[in-house]
Protein backbone atom coordinates (compact mmCIF):
# COMPACT_ATOMS: atom_id res chain seq x y z
CA UNK A 1 0.00 0.00 0.00
CA UNK A 2 0.94 3.43 -0.91
CA UNK A 3 1.32 4.81 2.71
CA UNK A 4 3.20 7.73 2.20
CA UNK A 5 -0.06 9.34 1.33
CA UNK A 6 -1.95 8.70 4.18
CA UNK A 7 1.16 10.08 6.19
CA UNK A 8 1.80 13.10 4.19
CA UNK A 9 -2.22 14.15 4.24
CA UNK A 10 -2.21 14.02 8.12
CA UNK A 11 1.13 15.79 8.56
CA UNK A 12 -1.00 18.29 6.52
CA UNK A 13 -3.81 17.65 8.85
CA UNK A 14 -1.93 18.77 11.91
CA UNK A 15 -0.45 21.70 10.66
CA UNK A 16 -3.61 22.79 9.44
CA UNK A 17 -5.16 22.19 13.00
CA UNK A 18 -2.07 23.88 14.56
CA UNK A 19 -2.43 26.89 11.80
CA UNK A 20 -6.08 27.19 13.36
CA UNK A 21 -5.66 27.14 17.02
CA UNK A 22 -2.63 29.68 16.35
CA UNK A 23 -5.13 32.03 14.50
CA UNK A 24 -7.83 31.77 16.74
CA UNK A 25 -5.32 32.98 19.08
CA UNK A 26 -3.66 36.14 18.06
CA UNK A 27 -7.17 36.93 16.27
CA UNK A 28 -8.82 36.50 19.24
CA UNK A 29 -5.88 38.52 21.27
CA UNK A 30 -6.19 41.27 18.27
CA UNK A 31 -9.84 41.99 18.38
CA UNK A 32 -9.95 41.97 21.99
CA UNK A 33 -6.79 45.18 22.56
CA UNK A 34 -8.90 46.81 19.11
CA UNK A 35 -12.07 46.67 21.22
CA UNK A 36 -10.36 47.87 24.95
CA UNK A 37 -8.51 50.79 23.09
CA UNK A 38 -11.29 51.96 21.94
CA UNK A 39 -13.55 51.79 25.01
CA UNK A 40 -11.29 53.01 27.70
CA UNK A 41 -12.58 55.94 29.31
CA UNK A 42 -10.92 59.12 30.93
CA UNK A 43 -10.44 59.35 34.68
CA UNK A 44 -8.94 62.49 36.76
CA UNK A 45 -7.95 60.18 39.78
CA UNK A 46 -5.82 57.94 37.29
CA UNK A 47 -2.05 57.96 38.19
CA UNK A 48 0.44 60.36 35.68
CA UNK A 49 0.76 59.45 32.55
CA UNK A 50 -2.32 56.97 32.44
CA UNK A 51 -4.66 57.78 29.46
CA UNK A 52 -8.01 55.45 30.09
CA UNK A 53 -9.08 52.56 32.49
CA UNK A 54 -11.91 50.31 31.64
CA UNK A 55 -14.32 47.94 33.85
CA UNK A 56 -15.31 44.59 32.52
CA UNK A 57 -16.97 41.39 33.79
CA UNK A 58 -15.81 38.01 32.35
CA UNK A 59 -15.87 35.04 33.73
CA UNK A 60 -17.15 35.40 37.50
CA UNK A 61 -14.62 38.36 38.14
CA UNK A 62 -13.96 41.75 37.42
CA UNK A 63 -11.20 43.35 35.46
CA UNK A 64 -9.59 46.90 35.93
CA UNK A 65 -7.73 47.77 32.75
CA UNK A 66 -5.70 50.89 33.13
CA UNK A 67 -3.49 52.34 30.09
CA UNK A 68 -0.50 54.46 29.83
CA UNK A 69 0.34 55.68 26.67
CA UNK A 70 3.74 55.91 26.17
CA UNK A 71 4.52 53.83 29.34
CA UNK A 72 3.92 54.08 33.53
CA UNK A 73 6.16 56.35 35.47
CA UNK A 74 7.99 52.68 36.53
CA UNK A 75 8.33 49.85 34.54
CA UNK A 76 6.46 46.56 36.24
CA UNK A 77 8.31 43.56 37.51
CA UNK A 78 6.27 41.67 35.33
CA UNK A 79 5.09 42.17 32.01
CA UNK A 80 2.99 40.45 29.82
CA UNK A 81 4.15 40.14 25.75
CA UNK A 82 2.04 39.14 23.14
CA UNK A 83 3.94 37.88 20.07
CA UNK A 84 3.86 34.16 20.04
CA UNK A 85 0.12 34.01 18.94
CA UNK A 86 1.26 36.00 15.61
CA UNK A 87 4.32 34.42 15.30
CA UNK A 88 3.08 30.94 16.13
CA UNK A 89 0.46 31.77 13.05
CA UNK A 90 2.76 32.84 10.75
CA UNK A 91 5.12 29.69 11.15
CA UNK A 92 2.59 26.96 10.99
CA UNK A 93 0.83 28.87 7.68
CA UNK A 94 4.24 29.07 6.32
CA UNK A 95 4.78 25.25 6.78
CA UNK A 96 1.35 24.67 5.64
CA UNK A 97 1.58 26.70 2.57
CA UNK A 98 4.74 24.80 2.12
CA UNK A 99 3.25 21.28 2.13
CA UNK A 100 0.27 22.08 0.22
CA UNK A 101 1.40 24.51 -2.37
CA UNK A 102 5.38 23.32 -3.05
CA UNK A 103 5.37 19.90 -2.10
CA UNK A 104 1.69 19.55 -3.69
CA UNK A 105 2.34 21.83 -6.29
CA UNK A 106 1.91 19.56 -9.10
CA UNK A 107 -1.46 19.26 -7.98
CA UNK A 108 -2.75 22.97 -6.42
CA UNK A 109 -0.21 25.43 -7.59
CA UNK A 110 0.85 24.89 -11.16
CA UNK A 111 -1.86 25.78 -13.68
CA UNK A 112 -0.21 25.16 -17.18
CA UNK A 113 -2.85 26.95 -19.02
CA UNK A 114 -2.49 30.08 -17.53
CA UNK A 115 1.82 29.87 -17.26
CA UNK A 116 4.45 27.43 -18.11
CA UNK A 117 6.12 27.25 -15.23
CA UNK A 118 8.22 24.34 -13.92
CA UNK A 119 7.93 22.81 -10.03
CA UNK A 120 10.61 25.00 -8.99
CA UNK A 121 10.10 28.49 -10.94
CA UNK A 122 6.45 28.36 -9.22
CA UNK A 123 7.81 27.88 -5.71
CA UNK A 124 10.52 30.47 -6.05
CA UNK A 125 7.40 32.73 -7.37
CA UNK A 126 5.37 31.41 -4.64
CA UNK A 127 8.51 32.54 -1.59
CA UNK A 128 9.97 35.39 -3.16
CA UNK A 129 6.67 37.57 -3.83
CA UNK A 130 5.67 36.85 -0.09
CA UNK A 131 9.70 38.71 0.69
CA UNK A 132 9.52 41.45 -1.76
CA UNK A 133 6.04 42.64 -0.86
CA UNK A 134 7.13 42.82 2.85
CA UNK A 135 9.70 44.68 1.86
CA UNK A 136 8.24 47.05 -0.78
CA UNK A 137 5.76 47.66 2.05
CA UNK A 138 7.86 48.15 4.96
CA UNK A 139 9.92 50.64 2.44
CA UNK A 140 6.39 52.54 1.95
CA UNK A 141 5.16 52.80 5.39
CA UNK A 142 9.19 54.23 6.61
CA UNK A 143 9.21 57.01 3.16
CA UNK A 144 7.50 60.18 3.85
CA UNK A 145 3.92 58.93 2.97
CA UNK A 146 3.83 57.83 6.49
CA UNK A 147 2.40 61.19 7.29
CA UNK A 148 -0.29 60.31 4.85
CA UNK A 149 -1.91 57.54 6.84
CA UNK A 150 -5.56 57.65 4.18
CA UNK A 151 -2.75 57.51 0.59
CA UNK A 152 -0.74 54.74 2.50
CA UNK A 153 -3.53 53.19 2.92
CA UNK A 154 -5.18 53.25 -0.56
CA UNK A 155 -1.41 52.16 -1.67
CA UNK A 156 -1.45 49.59 0.21
CA UNK A 157 -4.67 48.36 -1.12
CA UNK A 158 -3.57 49.03 -4.95
CA UNK A 159 -0.99 46.85 -4.32
CA UNK A 160 -3.03 44.16 -2.94
CA UNK A 161 -5.42 44.34 -6.51
CA UNK A 162 -1.96 44.08 -8.24
CA UNK A 163 -0.87 41.36 -6.01
CA UNK A 164 -4.22 39.61 -6.67
CA UNK A 165 -4.19 40.36 -10.70
CA UNK A 166 -0.76 38.86 -11.07
CA UNK A 167 -0.65 35.69 -8.48
CA UNK A 168 -4.19 34.67 -10.84
CA UNK A 169 -2.34 35.36 -14.37
CA UNK A 170 0.48 32.58 -12.82
CA UNK A 171 -1.00 30.02 -10.29
CA UNK A 172 -4.43 27.95 -9.91
CA UNK A 173 -6.91 30.45 -8.74
CA UNK A 174 -7.28 28.47 -5.22
CA UNK A 175 -3.47 29.37 -5.11
CA UNK A 176 -3.48 32.95 -5.86
CA UNK A 177 -5.89 33.44 -3.49
CA UNK A 178 -4.01 31.36 -0.79
CA UNK A 179 -1.31 33.25 -1.86
CA UNK A 180 -3.24 36.88 -1.88
CA UNK A 181 -3.90 35.58 1.59
CA UNK A 182 -0.45 34.76 2.85
CA UNK A 183 1.34 38.34 1.36
CA UNK A 184 -1.22 39.90 3.44
CA UNK A 185 -0.80 37.90 6.58
CA UNK A 186 3.04 37.48 6.22
CA UNK A 187 2.67 41.97 5.71
CA UNK A 188 0.51 41.86 9.31
CA UNK A 189 3.27 39.19 11.34
CA UNK A 190 6.21 41.23 10.01
CA UNK A 191 4.61 44.07 11.50
CA UNK A 192 4.49 42.48 14.89
CA UNK A 193 8.21 41.19 14.44
CA UNK A 194 10.05 44.22 12.67
CA UNK A 195 8.44 47.15 13.64
CA UNK A 196 6.44 46.79 16.66
CA UNK A 197 7.88 44.63 18.70
CA UNK A 198 11.87 46.20 18.83
CA UNK A 199 9.98 49.35 18.98
CA UNK A 200 8.03 48.27 22.12
CA UNK A 201 11.65 46.95 23.22
CA UNK A 202 13.22 50.20 22.86
CA UNK A 203 10.93 51.86 25.08
CA UNK A 204 10.82 49.49 27.48
CA UNK A 205 15.02 49.79 27.72
CA UNK A 206 14.38 53.56 27.88
CA UNK A 207 12.11 53.55 31.12
CA UNK A 208 14.36 50.76 32.66
CA UNK A 209 17.72 53.28 32.12
CA UNK A 210 15.23 56.57 33.90
CA UNK A 211 15.21 57.96 29.67
CA UNK A 212 12.43 59.64 28.62
CA UNK A 213 10.87 57.52 25.56
CA UNK A 214 10.25 59.32 21.94
CA UNK A 215 6.76 59.45 21.19
CA UNK A 216 7.40 58.38 17.70
CA UNK A 217 7.55 54.60 18.57
CA UNK A 218 3.95 54.78 19.75
CA UNK A 219 3.31 56.34 16.68
CA UNK A 220 4.43 54.04 14.37
CA UNK A 221 3.29 51.28 15.83
CA UNK A 222 -0.47 53.06 15.63
CA UNK A 223 -0.20 52.79 11.68
CA UNK A 224 1.18 49.22 11.62
CA UNK A 225 -1.83 47.95 13.75
CA UNK A 226 -4.18 49.91 12.18
CA UNK A 227 -3.32 48.26 8.78
CA UNK A 228 -3.47 44.67 10.70
CA UNK A 229 -6.68 45.72 12.02
CA UNK A 230 -8.13 46.01 8.56
CA UNK A 231 -6.76 43.29 6.88
CA UNK A 232 -7.40 40.61 9.46
CA UNK A 233 -11.28 39.60 8.41
CA UNK A 234 -10.10 39.81 3.89
CA UNK A 235 -7.24 36.98 5.45
CA UNK A 236 -9.58 34.87 7.18
CA UNK A 237 -12.07 35.04 4.02
CA UNK A 238 -8.86 34.26 1.65
CA UNK A 239 -7.37 31.35 3.82
CA UNK A 240 -10.79 29.55 3.71
CA UNK A 241 -11.55 30.61 -0.03
CA UNK A 242 -9.75 27.01 -1.02
CA UNK A 243 -13.39 25.47 -0.12
CA UNK A 244 -14.94 27.73 -2.30
CA UNK A 245 -14.44 27.14 -6.03
CA UNK A 246 -17.04 30.18 -6.78
CA UNK A 247 -14.37 32.49 -5.21
CA UNK A 248 -11.69 30.70 -6.85
CA UNK A 249 -12.70 29.26 -9.63
CA UNK A 250 -13.21 31.96 -12.43
CA UNK A 251 -11.41 34.55 -13.98
CA UNK A 252 -12.49 37.36 -12.24
CA UNK A 253 -11.16 35.66 -8.85
CA UNK A 254 -8.42 38.56 -8.92
CA UNK A 255 -11.49 41.03 -8.40
CA UNK A 256 -13.35 39.20 -6.15
CA UNK A 257 -10.12 39.42 -3.68
CA UNK A 258 -9.82 43.02 -4.57
CA UNK A 259 -13.88 43.85 -3.24
CA UNK A 260 -13.03 41.51 -0.09
CA UNK A 261 -10.32 43.72 1.21
CA UNK A 262 -13.15 46.34 1.12
CA UNK A 263 -15.51 44.30 3.21
CA UNK A 264 -13.00 43.80 5.54
CA UNK A 265 -12.41 47.53 5.85
CA UNK A 266 -16.38 48.25 6.05
CA UNK A 267 -17.26 45.79 8.69
CA UNK A 268 -14.02 46.42 10.57
CA UNK A 269 -15.21 50.50 10.21
CA UNK A 270 -18.01 49.83 11.68
CA UNK A 271 -17.22 47.83 14.88
CA UNK A 272 -14.56 50.39 15.49
CA UNK A 273 -16.84 53.09 15.72
CA UNK A 274 -18.98 51.20 17.69
CA UNK A 275 -16.50 50.05 20.57
CA UNK A 276 -15.35 54.28 20.28
CA UNK A 277 -18.65 55.62 20.64
CA UNK A 278 -21.03 53.29 21.37
CA UNK A 279 -23.02 53.45 18.36
CA UNK A 280 -22.35 51.93 14.71
CA UNK A 281 -22.70 53.59 11.34
CA UNK A 282 -25.21 51.31 10.32
CA UNK A 283 -24.27 52.48 6.29
CA UNK A 284 -21.31 50.40 6.62
CA UNK A 285 -23.55 46.98 6.32
CA UNK A 286 -25.20 48.05 3.41
CA UNK A 287 -22.23 48.83 1.20
CA UNK A 288 -20.76 45.46 2.61
CA UNK A 289 -24.12 43.80 1.36
CA UNK A 290 -23.99 45.75 -1.90
CA UNK A 291 -20.14 44.30 -2.40
CA UNK A 292 -21.11 41.03 -1.59
CA UNK A 293 -24.42 40.52 -4.23
CA UNK A 294 -21.59 41.90 -6.75
CA UNK A 295 -18.66 39.21 -5.07
CA UNK A 296 -21.81 36.48 -6.24
CA UNK A 297 -23.03 37.69 -9.50
CA UNK A 298 -18.72 37.75 -10.71
CA UNK A 299 -18.47 34.19 -9.39
CA UNK A 300 -20.72 33.09 -11.75
CA UNK A 301 -18.98 34.01 -14.70
CA UNK A 302 -17.57 30.70 -15.82
CA UNK A 303 -16.07 28.32 -16.81
CA UNK A 304 -12.65 29.70 -17.90
CA UNK A 305 -11.53 26.47 -19.56
CA UNK A 306 -14.00 24.01 -21.52
CA UNK A 307 -14.35 20.25 -22.25
CA UNK A 308 -12.97 20.37 -25.88
CA UNK A 309 -10.12 23.01 -24.42
CA UNK A 310 -9.32 20.65 -21.65
CA UNK A 311 -8.91 17.58 -23.98
CA UNK A 312 -6.56 19.22 -25.99
CA UNK A 313 -4.75 20.33 -23.84
CA UNK A 314 -1.15 18.29 -24.04
CA UNK A 315 -0.13 16.20 -20.13
CA UNK A 316 2.06 17.66 -18.23
CA UNK A 317 5.34 15.83 -17.21
CA UNK A 318 3.51 15.02 -13.72
CA UNK A 319 0.03 13.83 -15.49
CA UNK A 320 2.26 12.02 -18.01
CA UNK A 321 3.87 9.49 -15.09
CA UNK A 322 0.28 8.37 -13.72
CA UNK A 323 -1.24 8.24 -17.31
CA UNK A 324 1.09 6.18 -18.49
CA UNK A 325 0.96 3.36 -16.33
CA UNK A 326 -0.19 -0.11 -17.22
CA UNK A 327 -3.22 0.03 -15.23
CA UNK A 328 -4.47 3.67 -15.93
CA UNK A 329 -6.81 2.87 -18.97
CA UNK A 330 -8.75 0.65 -16.23
CA UNK A 331 -8.31 3.01 -13.49
CA UNK A 332 -9.48 6.18 -15.85
CA UNK A 333 -13.06 3.99 -16.77
CA UNK A 334 -13.76 3.32 -13.13
CA UNK A 335 -12.93 7.11 -12.33
CA UNK A 336 -15.43 7.86 -15.61
CA UNK A 337 -17.97 5.61 -14.21
CA UNK A 338 -18.11 6.80 -10.50
CA UNK A 339 -17.00 10.42 -10.41
CA UNK A 340 -17.48 12.44 -13.66
CA UNK A 341 -21.51 12.69 -13.12
CA UNK A 342 -20.38 15.10 -10.80
CA UNK A 343 -17.26 15.91 -11.42
CA UNK A 344 -17.75 17.64 -14.81
CA UNK A 345 -17.05 21.15 -16.28
CA UNK A 346 -20.97 20.66 -16.86
CA UNK A 347 -22.15 18.31 -13.89
CA UNK A 348 -25.04 15.83 -15.44
CA UNK A 349 -25.83 15.38 -11.49
CA UNK A 350 -29.09 16.18 -9.99
CA UNK A 351 -29.00 20.35 -10.08
CA UNK A 352 -25.50 20.38 -9.55
CA UNK A 353 -24.01 23.83 -11.62
CA UNK A 354 -20.35 23.29 -11.01
CA UNK A 355 -17.83 20.55 -10.05
CA UNK A 356 -17.49 20.73 -5.95
CA UNK A 357 -14.62 21.68 -4.97
CA UNK A 358 -13.61 22.52 -8.30
CA UNK A 359 -12.32 19.10 -9.01
CA UNK A 360 -12.30 17.92 -12.27
CA UNK A 361 -12.11 14.00 -13.15
CA UNK A 362 -13.07 14.12 -16.92
CA UNK A 363 -10.37 13.99 -18.92
CA UNK A 364 -6.99 11.63 -18.86
CA UNK A 365 -5.06 14.89 -18.13
CA UNK A 366 -7.36 15.47 -15.08
CA UNK A 367 -7.54 12.27 -13.68
CA UNK A 368 -4.06 11.57 -13.67
CA UNK A 369 -3.42 15.16 -12.43
CA UNK A 370 -5.65 14.25 -9.28
CA UNK A 371 -4.34 10.91 -8.92
CA UNK A 372 -3.43 11.19 -4.93
CA UNK A 373 -6.77 12.89 -4.11
CA UNK A 374 -8.46 9.75 -6.18
CA UNK A 375 -6.44 7.46 -3.88
CA UNK A 376 -7.41 8.92 -0.93
CA UNK A 377 -11.00 9.68 -1.71
CA UNK A 378 -12.19 6.96 -3.10
CA UNK A 379 -8.68 4.23 -3.27
CA UNK A 380 -8.16 3.74 0.65
CA UNK A 381 -10.92 5.44 1.98
CA UNK A 382 -15.23 5.44 1.28
CA UNK A 383 -15.05 9.35 1.80
CA UNK A 384 -16.10 9.57 -1.84
CA UNK A 385 -18.59 9.02 -4.04
CA UNK A 386 -21.33 10.03 -1.87
CA UNK A 387 -23.20 6.80 -1.12
CA UNK A 388 -26.72 8.08 -1.57
CA UNK A 389 -25.53 8.79 -5.47
CA UNK A 390 -23.34 6.35 -6.33
CA UNK A 391 -22.58 3.33 -4.70
CA UNK A 392 -18.67 2.36 -5.63
CA UNK A 393 -18.03 -1.25 -5.75
CA UNK A 394 -14.65 -2.88 -4.14
CA UNK A 395 -13.43 -3.95 -6.92
CA UNK A 396 -13.59 -0.80 -8.20
CA UNK A 397 -11.94 0.88 -5.03
CA UNK A 398 -9.08 -1.69 -5.97
CA UNK A 399 -8.55 -0.73 -9.30
CA UNK A 400 -7.92 2.81 -8.42
CA UNK A 401 -5.42 1.59 -5.62
CA UNK A 402 -3.41 -1.07 -7.93
CA UNK A 403 -3.11 2.44 -10.21
CA UNK A 404 -1.46 4.69 -7.77
CA UNK A 405 0.20 2.27 -6.61
CA UNK A 406 1.98 1.15 -9.85
CA UNK A 407 2.93 4.45 -9.86
CA UNK A 408 4.66 4.99 -6.97
CA UNK A 409 5.70 1.92 -6.39
CA UNK A 410 8.28 2.80 -9.90
CA UNK A 411 9.60 5.90 -8.40
C1 LIG B 1 -22.84 12.81 -6.51
C2 LIG B 1 -21.79 13.69 -6.80
C3 LIG B 1 -20.37 13.21 -6.61
C4 LIG B 1 -19.76 12.10 -7.14
C5 LIG B 1 -20.37 11.04 -8.00
C6 LIG B 1 -18.38 12.17 -6.69
N1 LIG B 1 -18.17 13.27 -5.93
FE1 LIG B 1 -16.39 13.93 -5.23
N2 LIG B 1 -17.28 15.50 -4.36
C7 LIG B 1 -18.65 15.72 -4.34
C8 LIG B 1 -18.94 16.82 -3.42
C9 LIG B 1 -20.31 17.39 -3.14
C10 LIG B 1 -17.71 17.23 -2.90
C11 LIG B 1 -17.45 18.36 -1.90
C12 LIG B 1 -17.48 17.80 -0.52
C13 LIG B 1 -17.32 18.89 0.51
O1 LIG B 1 -17.76 20.00 0.30
O2 LIG B 1 -16.73 18.58 1.56
C14 LIG B 1 -16.69 16.40 -3.52
C15 LIG B 1 -15.32 16.55 -3.27
C16 LIG B 1 -14.35 15.75 -3.84
C17 LIG B 1 -12.93 15.97 -3.73
C18 LIG B 1 -12.27 17.11 -3.00
C19 LIG B 1 -12.11 16.78 -1.55
C20 LIG B 1 -11.54 17.92 -0.78
O3 LIG B 1 -11.92 18.04 0.39
O4 LIG B 1 -10.77 18.71 -1.31
C21 LIG B 1 -12.31 14.96 -4.40
C22 LIG B 1 -10.82 14.76 -4.58
C23 LIG B 1 -13.34 14.11 -4.93
N3 LIG B 1 -14.57 14.63 -4.59
C24 LIG B 1 -13.11 12.96 -5.65
C25 LIG B 1 -14.12 12.14 -6.12
C26 LIG B 1 -13.86 10.87 -6.75
C27 LIG B 1 -12.49 10.26 -6.95
C28 LIG B 1 -15.07 10.39 -7.13
C29 LIG B 1 -15.36 9.08 -7.80
C30 LIG B 1 -14.79 7.90 -7.23
C31 LIG B 1 -16.08 11.34 -6.73
N4 LIG B 1 -15.47 12.38 -6.11
C32 LIG B 1 -17.43 11.21 -7.00
C33 LIG B 1 -19.59 15.09 -5.12
C34 LIG B 1 -19.36 13.93 -5.84
Redesign the pocket.
Known amino acids: MYDLAVAWDWIAFSVRWLHVITAMAWIGASFYFIALDLMLKPNPALPDGAYGEEWEVHGGGFYHTVKYLVAPAQMPEHLTWHKWQSYTTWLSGAALLMIMYWVGGELFLLDPTKADLSLWQGILISGGSLTIGWLLYDQMCKSRLSEHPTVLMLLLFVILVAMSWGYNQIFTGRAALLHLGAFTATIMTANVFFQIMPNQRIVVADLKAGRTPDAKYGKIAKVRSTHNNYLTLPVVFLMLS??YPLAFGTQYAWIIASLIFLTGVTIRHYFNTMHATGKGPHWTWGVTVILMILIAWLSSVRPTQTLEQAEAQPLTQYEQKFASAASFDEAYD??LG??????ARE?V??T?KW???G?Y?ETPGDVAR?AD??Y????ISH????P???Q?DEE??AV?VAWVNEVRQKE
Open positions: NHTVNCSMCHPWGMAPKVLQQILQAGAMPPNAVMGRI
